[in-house]
């Protein structure tokens, strides 16, 4: 019987053990849970707060982190080679001219009312074809030869024409992202700076000096890709206009020394 009652209270015992660990591994469960609730609601508020600041007000804010001194040359490399972008392409852009419709006006201009007439048509013409038409038509009285001069020397002129403020532009490409390696480098000597006064390495002593840092870099790379898509832009409508005024002065010797004969 004594055997029987110990065997019964152990058993009693194990029992009670049992359900209060069960308890105790509900309740730590329990808390993990509610922890892991609130850690996605906090992610899901700070994604939502993000999402509500925009685009814009997110740049802003990084902008300012990156320190007026050289965030502030970069976005005047910026503004200052968008201008010159800008009115490069609406120069370049009211320099094209239909050549093929043009070589089909002087030529029967040329046919009907002699270089007068075709003088005449590039007067009221746009564009660096035009003037280079006007100049070898001006010319033709004298010789083919001096037309063809007049051609070649107007086209030079023409060229410098198409191609000003192009070298600032180039200028801008290269500044900026050195400008933001600058930032860069002294952003890092700050940040060692602080690491030999204090005399121990910690994350957040040198995190500020090095976000800085690479905001500077970002910023100028940026501003870099964004000049270089326009310059190559604008040197390839170079190219053409430049390629169209080389065929076009080529027609134009041809039509005089028809026209001569």
Not at 80 to 104: C, D, F, P
Not at 174 to 201: D, H, R
Request: aromatic fraction near 6%.
């Amino acid at each position: 019987m004594k055997k029987l009652f110990s065997i019964l209270a152990m058993a009693g015992l194990f029992v009670l053990s049992t359900n209060t660990v069960s308890a105790k591994a509900n309740a730590i469960v329990s808390s993990l849970s509610s922890t892991v609730a609130t850690a996605t609601v906090m992610l899901q508020d700070d994604a939502a707060v993000e999402a509500e600041k925009g685009f814009t007000q997110v740049l802003k804010e990084q902008f300012i982190q990156g320190g007026a001194g050289f965030m502030g040359i970069v976005l005047l490399c910026l503004i200052l080679g968008l201008a010159v972008a800008i009115e490069r392409i609406i120069y370049l852009n009211m320099a094209s001219t239909n050549t093929t419709k043009l070589k089909q006006k002087v030529e029967d201009a040329l046919a009907s009312g002699g270089i007068e007439a075709a003088k005449e048509v590039c007067r009221n013409t746009k564009g660096p074809v035009a003037s280079i038409y006007y100049q070898g038509l001006d010319r033709a009285g004298e010789s083919i030869e001096s037309a063809e001069k007049a051609v070649v020397a107007y086209g030079g002129v023409q060229m410098g024409q198409l191609e000003k403020n192009v070298s600032w532009l180039s200028l801008f490409i290269a500044v900026a992202p050195m400008l933001g390696f600058m930032g860069t480098v002294i952003g890092m000597i700050q940040a060692f700076q602080k690491i030999s006064a204090v005399g121990n390495l910690s994350a957040s002593l040198i995190a500020g000096d090095i976000q800085v840092a690479l905001l500077t870099t970002v910023f100028g790379l940026i501003t870099a890709i964004i000049l270089q898509i326009f310059y190559n832009y604008i040197i390839a409508k170079i190219d053409s206009i430049v390629n169209d005024m080389e065929d076009s002065s080529i027609v134009l010797i041809d039509m005089l020394v028809d026209h001569k004969k």
